[in-house]
């Protein structure tokens, strides 16, 4: 029998965090859980294709687009189902066992949050992140476990820059439960532009984007 996991890795010179990322894979490698690796690629300028390709990685390349990488990414794989993890995000220690128990179900899953610095204010921003979540909108770096079969029922990502996983979480409404098991993110973005006004800007951008604002005008906004 086939391992039944397609893991999809979204890059955009990711080599910094790449390797750790992928080093908290092995343990679900050696369960025999992992059928294959897929890094989808923006555009990378530094080391990352060469890392991935060395980890046994199969690179997709393509416009840097999250949406549209992670839709080339989901394209490719050929488990039964698909786990889709950032590049900055380590799924911490005993993360296995839940994930076998959870392919015993035909929904979506997602993992708690925590960042790997930043105190209370991490502890803080985690928690709405994870209170959010069980009102269904988990956000990618997160992490998330579904049926290839239902990802593609529901029509998968959408090709946009910005958002493109809370329109796969709003596709899932209903068919999203937590895997009880941690999904470790950095902190560097929260940190350079500081606690408060970082999760308040997601904040603003999650609320605008519900409104109805596309996401490309959001991410226009999002980089200044």
């Not at 490698?29 to 530094?46: C, K, P, Q, Y």
């Not at 999203?176 to 940190?191: C, E, F, K, M, N």
């Not at 006004?197 to 490309?216: C, D, E, F, I, K």
Request: charge should be positive; hydrophobic fraction near 45%.
């Amino acid at each position: 029998m086939r391992a039944p996991i397609s893991v999809i890795v979204p890059t955009l010179n990711a080599e910094h965090h790449l390797g750790a990322c992928l080093t908290a894979l092995m343990p679900a490698l050696e369960a025999g859980l992992i059928r294959e690796l897929i890094v989808t690629d923006g555009g990378s300028t530094d080391g990352t294709i060469a890392l991935a390709k060395a980890w046994g990685a199969e690179v997709v390349q393509g416009p840097a687009s999250r949406g549209g990488q992670l839709a080339r990414g989901c394209a490719a794989a050929q488990g039964k189902w698909l786990l889709v993890l950032h590049a900055d995000t380590v799924l911490a220690p005993g993360w296995v066992g839940p994930v076998i128990a959870h392919l015993s179900s035909e929904r979506a899953g997602w993992f708690r949050l925590a960042f790997a610095r930043g105190g209370l204010a991490g502890r803080i921003v985690a928690g709405w992140a994870n209170l959010r979540s069980r009102f269904g909108l988990p956000y990618g770096d997160q992490g998330l476990l579904l049926p290839t079969a239902l990802y593609n029922a529901v029509g998968g990502y959408p090709d946009q820059p910005l958002m493109e996983d809370v329109a796969l979480a709003s596709a899932l409404r209903g068919r999203l439960v937590r895997i009880d098991a941690l999904a470790v993110t950095s902190p560097s973005r929260y940190q350079g532009q500081g606690w408060v006004r970082r999760g308040l800007r997601n904040l603003w951008t999650l609320m605008r984007y519900l409104a109805g604002v596309s996401p490309q005008r959001l991410a226009e906004s999002y980089r200044r």
